[in-house]
């Protein structure tokens, strides 16, 4: 599992931008991703009571609840209304990929994790990598679009997952999965609630495309993909996995060149090659 966890993690979250296309066509991002943490939740309440897992103390429900909120309402959340305020795609990968950055810097400042030269090189070679993606496909559009409102709401998501990722490894690493899991959902669905009802009035229209986007977003990537990062952060320095988040964008324009015909230039697919050799260094041993 330990072998597999990366690339698995990798491919499966690199949908999420593909998802937030699809599902905010018939629905509020706020709305849409509620329903998207009560559902999982949902579904992983009802398998740990199924497969009798340990259950929380009430240290762990407290840290699961703010790691959720972090790693799931501020992240997607800030991704999601960014999007739907108009920020290009490209720019949303391009600030996201600050993320992994933020994350290595800081495990080493407050966790004391180890960062070898060749790491430090990775994450270098993964911020070019993510640049590179995210010129072409912005050179490829005719304009672009930043408010205000986008920008804070892309800073609330790179601060969100990077505070969310060295709690976890630092106080999350002993919470039971599922169950710690389910908590971080119930307590993001919480807060995106308080956000789609003032700002959208629950905006949700019950389509065939919403109600696929929705069951993808809650099976494959808020069931099986956090499962996955979750699993490896307990195994593994928070850097080495934040640097996977490097691939998303490369591999998130790849898909939207299948999917939506968006053009995918020579420079995304150097971009991708130097992104991938980066997270290789990354993810070495000390």
Not at 92 to 102: E, K, M, S, W, Y
Not at 212 to 218: F, I, N, P, R, Y
Request: proline share 2%; hydrophobic share 55%; with cysteine.
């Amino acid at each position: 599992m330990e072998r597999f966890a990366p690339g698995i993690f990798v491919v499966l979250w690199s949908t999420g931008f593909i998802v937030a296309r699809y599902g905010t066509r018939d629905a509020g991002p706020l709305t849409f991703l509620t329903l998207r943490m009560f559902f999982a939740a949902v579904v992983l309440i009802l398998f740990a009571q199924f497969t009798k897992t340990t259950r929380l103390n009430r240290q762990h429900i407290g840290v699961a609840a703010i790691v959720g909120v972090l790693m799931h309402g501020l992240y997607l959340g800030g991704v999601f209304v960014a999007a739907d305020h108009g920020l290009p795609s490209g720019l949303i990968a391009l600030i996201a990929g600050l993320h992994p950055v933020i994350t290595a810097v800081a495990s080493r400042l407050i966790l004391a994790e180890p960062l070898s030269k060749i790491q430090r090189r990775g994450i270098a070679l993964g911020v070019i990598g993510v640049g590179v993606v995210v010129v072409e496909k912005m050179q490829s559009s005719s304009s672009v679009k930043i408010t205000g409102i986008s920008l804070i709401a892309m800073a609330l998501a790179i601060s969100g997952m990077a505070a969310g990722t060295l709690l976890q490894r630092a106080k999350g690493t002993d919470i039971p999965l599922l169950a710690g899991t389910a908590v971080q959902y119930v307590s993001a669905g919480v807060v995106l609630c308080f956000g789609a009802v003032l700002n959208e009035h629950w905006q949700f229209h019950s389509t065939a495309q919403s109600w696929l986007s929705l069951a993808w977003a809650v099976l494959i990537l808020s069931i099986v993909a956090v499962l996955v990062m979750l699993y490896m952060l307990n195994r593994q320095a928070a850097a080495k996995v934040s640097s996977l988040f490097f691939l998303t964008p490369a591999l998130s324009a790849i898909e939207s060149a299948v999917l939506f015909g968006e053009r995918l230039g020579a420079f995304a697919v150097v971009g991708l090659l130097v992104a991938l050799v980066g997270v290789r260094l990354t993810t070495r041993a000390t």
